[in-house]
């Protein structure tokens, strides 16, 4: 990736963001101890740190989504720099301009976006960029009213730029198609642009790469690219570990968030890859697979890879150890035809006929299906599971047709879940969840969450639970299907991660990622 | 001719309730249960300053209108910070305190209008006069169809002006997803204010049409039955565009008169109605939540 070399050579401005003696603590667990951080104009920093370290508090916090317990920021993007300082007296909240919120923040120049995209739905894609604009005179309903040709300049101006991004994104001609319509990756991106032509100067990225095949992740560097070098944006990514190495010749500088306080280092030039853990350097395995794939397979496994339709690909791991009966199937998935709505998601050919989608799981195998976005993943993992209704085909576990059962009785023939979304029962205390999915030896890293409640969670903490509640889920379990089982994890939740994989005592295992390819 | 009259004048008041009724319920996303709370208040702004001080149509109305945009704060200072049920439960409060005020507000040593009968209670306003403009009284309901249908038509063009502009866009925006919208700098306490204002100004119009055409107003348009109705337009006829709340007030209008030449029997006519309305909302919420004719369902 040839992205960023003029980072090295860009001198770092002003001072943009400062904030002193930071102080969040949850229920008496401290989470950010007298923080300290500078940040400077056209810096692109990279901030890591371990599941739980508080990254998303600190970002939530930077970004007026939650208030501190303490301490004080200052905003200078503006030529009058704003000051707040916690915790604030409760007069302050009488004066309705001076409000420690989103909205007043992001005056000040701060944007961030989500680990979701968070598009407005009902808008097309010109609305959603539109209406990013600040100070519209069409926004306030009485110009709306008396002075609609106002307001109408503005809104042409803005659909020029809006288009002009757009077409930036090669989104072109689809201005006026609406927001739910577009892939994962589009709507990454547009996300990004709309905080942008918000006017950011400094724009927070929660997990941009999430979730993303590697055309995705290509697509979305290239902007984030255009914005420091053409939009002079200054970005704070918060990013998971795999994804990490992309970012590469961006990142400028590491902050590195432990003991509630943060560490900065300055890198140097490119290439500097002294923060990359060695074990999981995505160079020592070949291009085509995954960053974790090395700990997945040993020196002593087989690994045979099968192309499938639409350019997914089908990896097999297989484990002459983990089995004696090596090519016996233990799910079979016979020309399977899954639509939703009137489209047809699985099942179709590189040509678009409609032939069936055919796969085996064989005991001891860790298949890994890498697809790109769009492909149909989570509708696949939703038919396996009985969640979504599928037209045409053949299930079968251990030889029994499974295609009529409901998604219970599933579960209890020996199909275990982990969906990509950290479906758990919100409200409960993690060890209700565990106890719930019927676990009872968990993992120390779970055991030490015990006792909080599953919302409370950071990221990685309510993957680790979601996890080890659906490895667990059946008595008797036979395949493990998993979504993306090493998003937001850091190097040691991954490490346990593979471990409960490989540990497990299903005989099948089917790994569902974005292309690596 | 009479009575298509009489059904055209129902129908104005009606669509300026059903359309200022969807920005808060389609627009923003917020289920009020208070909308018949700020109608009536129109109402009886209109029928006591008109009658018991002598205001003409106009001022009364504005009067009526400024006390609606004041007291919509009720119901905007909760959708601050409440969503969802509890934001329901705070209208509903808002609506019950309207009703009860209306109705016990009255002495019956005191003459109407004073400040111990206020609103004569439970014995609701009569006589209350139709509207004088520019020097013609509006007696005749072919000289008043013709004023209610020119406000219902202004008020849609407001509405539709208003939602077509780029604040109508943020009211969506907000409605799908505050927090982004909030991220993005859009003071969404604002503008809400601004749209509970403006509905509520609105109903307040469509109240004081409705207490100078019927030229009686007792509580009951203060009622929970009322919001109900009121509710059951927006979500039969559709939320969230023009189209649909103006189809649902057309609906909900015309069902009753249907049922009348059925020839019922008085007492079953006015239950079945009832029945029918539930039947409907049940029916619409499964298989059409988004309504006959709207774009956003309320989830
Ligand atoms: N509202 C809350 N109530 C209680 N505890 C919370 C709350 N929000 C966060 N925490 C706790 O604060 C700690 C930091 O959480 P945070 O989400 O900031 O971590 P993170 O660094 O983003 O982690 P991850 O990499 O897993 O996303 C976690 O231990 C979390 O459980």
Sequence with gaps: ?517 | MNYLIHLLIYFDIYVIVALSLNLVVGYCGLLTLAHAGFYAIGGYSYALLALVWGWGFLPAVLAAVLLAAVLSLTVSLPAWRLKGDFFVLATLAVQALVFSLLYNWSNADAPLGSWSNLTNGPFGIPGIPRPEILGVALTDSRHFVLLATAVAALSAFVVRRLTASPWGRVLVAMREDELAARGLGKNTRLFKVQAIAIASCLTAVAGALYAAYVGYLDPSSASLDESILMLSMVIVGGLGNFRGPIIGALILIALPELLRFLDLPDALAANLRLAIYGLLLVLMMHFRPQGIGGEYRLR
């Design chain 1, 1 to 517: 990736m040839k992205i960023g070399a003029f980072c090295d050579t860009l001198p770092h401005g002003r001072v943009l963001l400062r904030a002193e003696g930071l102080k969040q603590a949850f229920g008496g667990q401290i989470i950010l101890d007298g923080l300290d951080l500078e940040l400077r104009e056209g810096e692109v920093v990279l901030l890591r740190g371990e599941n739980g370290s508080g990254k998303t508090t600190l970002l939530n916090i930077l970004t007026g989504n939650l208030e501190p317990d303490a301490g004080a920021i200052h905003y200078h993007a503006h030529s009058t720099p704003r000051s707040y300082r916690f915790p604030r007296p409760w007069w302050r909240e009488l004066n309705p301009f001076d409000h420690f919120t989103p909205e007043f923040v992001a005056r000040e120049g701060v944007r961030r976006t989500w680990q979701e995209p968070r598009l407005f739905g009902a808008h097309t894609l010109r609305d959603n960029i539109a209406v990013a604009a600040p100070g519209h005179p069409g926004e306030n309903p009485v110009l709306a009213l008396f002075a609609p040709s106002r307001s109408a300049r503005r809104e042409t101006e803005l659909g020029h730029k809006a288009d002009a991004m757009l077409a930036r994104l090669s989104l072109a001609r689809r201005q006026d198609s609406s927001a739910d319509k577009i892939s994962l990756g589009q709507t990454k991106r547009v996300a990004i642009a709309r905080a942008v032509v918000a006017g950011a100067r400094i724009l927070f990225l929660d997990e941009p790469l999430a979730g993303l095949d590697r055309q995705g992740i290509g697509d979305v560097l290239e902007l984030l690219a255009f914005l420091v070098r053409g939009q002079g944006v200054t970005l704070v990514i918060v990013e998971h570990l795999f994804n990490q190495p992309h970012l590469h010749g961006l990142v400028t500088t590491d902050w590195l968030l432990k003991d509630g306080a943060i560490r900065r280092t300055d890198r140097k030039g490119r290439g500097d890859d002294s923060t990359r853990p060695h074990s999981l350097d995505p160079s020592r395995v070949s291009i085509r697979r995954p960053a974790w794939f090395g700990l997945l397979a040993g020196e002593d496994m087989e690994v045979v890879d099968e192309l499938l339709p639409r350019g997914a690909m089908l990896t097999r791991i297989r484990r002459p150890a983990a089995s004696k009966h090596l090519s016996k199937p233990v799910l079979e998935i016979r020309e399977l035809v899954v639509s939703r709505g009137p489209r047809v998601v699985i099942g179709l050919d590189d040509r678009g006929d409609r032939v069936g989608f055919n796969l085996a799981l064989y005991e001891g195998d860790i298949s890994v299906l890498q697809a790109p976005n769009g492909w149909g993943k989570t509708t696949l993992l939703f038919a396996l599971a009985g969640l979504q209704a599928i037209s045409q085909g053949l299930v079968q576990l251990r030889c029994h047709p499974i295609t009529s059962l409901p998604a219970w009785e599933r579960a209890k023939l020996g199909m275990q879940f982990v969906m990509s979304d950290n479906h758990s029962f919100k409200g409960l205390r993690v060890d209700e969840n565990i106890a719930l999915a019927g676990y009872n030896n968990a993992s120390p890293g779970v055991r030490a969450l015990a006792g909080r409640t599953f919302s409370s969670l950071s990221g990685g903490e309510q993957r680790k639970v979601t996890l080890a509640a659906g490895l667990n889920s059946a008595v008797r379990p036979v395949v493990n299907i998993l979504d993306e089982p090493f998003n937001a994890f850091d190097h040691s939740a991954s490490l346990d991660a593979v471990k409960a994989i490989k540990s497990s005592r299903a005989p099948g295992t089917l790994l569902l990622v974005p292309s690596a390819v």
